[in-house]
């Protein structure tokens, strides 16, 4: 069964926020943190995974994630906040 899931990338200044959905979370990231693709993570170094949530099939993680690009930059500290205090880079824990 495939899991799909929603998730937070930060800069190391935590100035700025990414949102994204994908079924090979730790396989995304880390193509992130490479800098692979050419986009707005490579230019603003957003590398660091600080929030994630798992869904059972990609509509509901995509629903997801435009409710979250949605909402204001206040909920999703909140989000973060509620989920790892510290801002942790996660990606070690996947």
């Known amino acids: 069964m495939n899991q799909y899931y929603t998730y937070i990338l930060t800069n190391q ?3 700025v926020l990414y949102i994204g959905v994908t079924s090979e ?29 798992t869904y059972p099939d990609i509509k509901a993680a995509i629903d997801r994630e435009k409710q979250l690009k949605g909402g204001s930059r206040q909920k999703k500290l909140d989000l973060i906040n509620g989920f790892n205090k510290e801002w942790q880079d996660l990606f070690d824990q996947l």
């Open 13 to 15: 200044n935590r100035t």
């Open 25 to 53: 979370l730790k396989h995304r990231v880390s193509e992130h943190k490479a800098g692979i693709h050419p986009g707005f993570t490579k230019k603003y170094n957003v590398h660091q995974l600080v929030y994630f949530e």
